[in-house]
């Protein structure tokens, strides 16, 4: 097993007991408190049976030091899907829904409830005369579930702009970048974050601002007057711009599953994703006139030449929907290199190839969910559908993973770090929290072997990549040199066909008479030979 420290499992008998974790995502500024999103366990045709109604849709804040009872519970319209805080303002948590519309929640006014109540709680515990077990048993749970704290959503957008199906993933953009109406990012003014982007697999990438009013201005004149007609004068929330993803073939959208966006140090404007049928997609989603300073060097593939689509690339690799997609956490030579996992592998990638550079043997489950590991550069883990947690070390072994753990009964759906700081203590400690299917929260502290890297382990990883990149690369050019052979010798003989045909009957070269093969005519050429070796022996002896 991994030998990491168990620290314990989070489930409410109300709000996650028997539903599926679809999200996890830590608080900044904060190593005790984790937010998931959960969604009920069941396919596309019983939503419809149930006409879409949910009885409970609610995102749920764990804080480590209560693991009974959440922090918070952040009521929602509709089911969950992902959920992510700010960086730079952790009491904003945005969230995506299953029909498409997005959430915003500002949990500062149930923090500052929280202290007081805490504060509270403890004058009356040091001042009060201990009650009895009896008292406590009789409807206690009840008493400390109307006592967890709900907060409501503070903005709701209008679900006729939003997407016209579920919201798959949710990431906010990088380093206080915003965009304008055109797509075209800046710094923000006050160094602070506003905007976030969502995909979804109606082909559709959205980018919206958490301030109402900062739209197009002939936008804003009819949300303005939509509002004067609405009771309560407030203005519907739109996205600021629209992304459409296209196929570069024209053959329809992608349908995107999840997405990475890039920090302004690599490329401001590429965001890669997955889709449900397990393609790997490379996109410059920026303005016209920024997508000339940052192109992407595609050598191999399907590749949009012209940049006219935001798409660049779309590359076939897993047999079902690519749940997971993370760029390598390290800088340098490996930050183009991303990890997609679906179906029963999972494969590593490099922007510019067609094929993934490494992929792994199919696994006896399907694989789930994936993540690199943020301080070792060869490791991977991966979760599986049979509840194993997977460690995978590529300088190690790549055909079998290094390390088995068995972590839940049933699948686990997500896994995420926490986050890790550039200070000398990031190689101390690591988190790793795991959910499951079953809506329980997992966390476990890492051992160190699976923190502090290796004597020169990065520029082995780098090593390693650059010679299966290699390989790759050689596959590529030699199927495409054969590839044209073959389409030469194809018109060579259409050629001869034709010439055949268009010519008279007397001037045809009479076909060459087909002689009988003869199965043993190499024996006999060989007995021959042997008999004129052995002759010419004697001959000498004599």
């Known amino acids: 097993g991994i030998n990491a420290e168990y620290m314990g499992s989070f489930v409410h008998h109300k709000y996650t007991k028997g539903k599926r974790i679809s999200c996890i995502d830590w608080q900044p500024k904060s190593s005790r408190t984790v937010a998931i999103s959960v969604v009920e ?70 923090q500052a409830m929280l202290k007081n109540k805490t504060k509270k709680t403890v004058r009356l515990t ?37 997407h016209k199906r579920g919201i798959n993933d949710l990431c906010w953009l990088h380093d206080n970048m915003e965009s304008n109406f055109d797509g075209k990012l800046s710094k923000s003014a006050d160094d602070m974050s506003y905007q976030f982007a969502t995909l979804s697999s109606d082909g559709y990438m959205f980018i919206w601002d958490i301030r109402k009013d900062n739209i197009r201005k002939d936008k804003l004149r009819k949300t303005q007057q939509e509002a004067a007609k609405n009771a309560g004068g407030e203005l519907p929330w739109i996205p600021l711009v629209k992304i459409q993803l296209s196929k570069v073939d024209g053959t329809g959208d992608i349908s995107g599953l999840r997405m990475h966006m890039e920090s302004p140090n690599i490329d401001r404007y590429r965001m890669c994703c997955t889709t449900e049928e397990g393609e790997f997609v490379v996109t410059n989603w920026g303005h016209q006139e920024e997508k000339k300073e940052a192109a992407i060097p595609l050598e191999y593939g399907n590749v949009d030449k012209e940049s006219k689509s935001p798409v660049k690339a779309v590359c076939p690799g897993h047999y079902g929907p690519a749940n997971s997609i993370q760029r390598h956490p390290l800088r340098d030579e490996l930050s183009d290199y991303y990890l997609t996992v679906g179906d029963w592998s999972w494969r590593l990638w490099q922007i510019g190839t067609q094929q993934p550079v490494v992929q792994s043997p199919c696994g006896v489950a399907r694989m789930t969910c994936g ?83 290796h004597a020169n382990e990065q520029k082995n990883m780098e090593k390693y990549l650059e010679r299966e990149l290699k390989r790759v690369n050689y596959f ?5 040199i054969r590839q044209k052979e073959l389409e030469e010798l194809q018109a060579r003989m259409q050629a001869e066909k034709i010439d055949q045909q268009l010519s008279p009957a007397d001037d045809r070269a009479p076909l060459p008479e087909t002689e009988e093969v003869n199965p043993f005519a190499d024996e006999i050429i060989f007995k021959d030979a042997m008999e004129t070796f052995l002759k010419s022996l004697e001959e000498d002896d004599d």
């Open 476 to 480: 590529a050019t030699r199927w495409r």
């Open 371 to 453: 993540r690199w590991s943020p301080t070792r550069p060869s490791i991977i883990f991966i979760g599986s559908e049979d509840g194993y947690l997977q460690v995978w070390d590529l300088l190690d072994r790549s055909h079998e993973p290094t390390i088995v753990q068995s972590v839940s009964q049933c699948a686990i759906t997500y896994l995420d770090f926490k986050p890790v700081g550039e200070t000398r203590n990031k190689f101390s400690h690591q988190q790793l929290a795991v959910g499951d299917e079953l809506g329980v929260l997992h966390i476990y502290e890492l051992p160190k072997i699976l923190i502090r890297p």
């Open 126 to 162: 040091a001042g009060a005369s201990g009650s009895s077990n009896d008292d406590n048993r009789d409807g206690g749970d009840r008493e400390d579930d109307a006592n967890i704290l709900r907060v409501k959503w503070s903005q709701l957008s209008k679900i006729e702009g939003g």
């Open 41 to 110: 366990a069941i396919g596309f045709d019983e939503r419809l049976t149930m006409n879409r109604k949910v009885q409970n849709a609610m995102v749920v804040v764990w804080s480590f030091n209560d693991p009974i009872h959440p922090q918070f519970v952040l009521e929602a319209p509709n089911e969950v899907s992902v959920v992510r805080f700010n960086k730079m303002q952790p009491n904003l948590v945005a969230g995506g829904c299953v029909n498409g519309q997005v959430c915003l929640w500002n949990i500062s006014k149930a």
